[in-house]
């Protein structure tokens, strides 16, 4: 069991950043596939960013280059950096926790949010132009 809050969002004018943060309580959160997914009224919730337990990111196009996704497993946290952004970034922002049993040869899919079982409450985040 896995219990994630975000904290982090809130309301930055286009070109500003924000850093994200999400803390997991569990004694084992190293042996957990996290990612970060958004979502805006009236859509399906997005995964944008990824990050294995070796530590490698994955990203969606529409903020690559932009984010950047990190972990510290000593700390239980996951942390997203956004940097230039933009009015369509404007969400809630989700962390999730994924046990990542299946490799990708076996149809794991980063941002399919069936993948993940355990998720935080979510964090607004507001780009103004």
């Known amino acids: 069991q896995v219990q994630l809050v975000e904290s982090g969002g809130g309301s930055v004018q286009a070109g500003g950043s924000l850093n994200l943060s999400c803390t997991a309580t569990?004694?084992?959160?190293?042996?957990?596939?996290m990612a970060w997914f958004r979502q805006t009224p009236g859509s399906e919730r997005e995964g944008i960013a990824f990050i294995s337990l070796l530590g490698r990111g994955k990203y969606a196009n529409a903020v690559k280059d932009r984010f950047s996704i990190s972990r510290d497993n000593a700390k239980n946290t996951l942390s997203l950096q956004m940097a230039s952004l933009k009015p369509e970034d404007t969400a809630l922002y989700y962390c999730?926790?994924?046990?990542?049993?299946?490799?990708?040869?076996?149809?794991?899919?980063?941002?399919?949010?069936?993948?993940?079982?355990?998720w935080g409450q979510g964090t607004q985040v507001t780009v103004s132009s």
């Open positions: 999730a926790a994924s046990t990542c049993l299946r490799s990708v040869r076996d149809g794991f899919r980063w941002n399919n949010v069936d993948e993940y079982p355990y």
């Open positions: 569990t004694a084992v959160y190293s042996s957990y596939c």
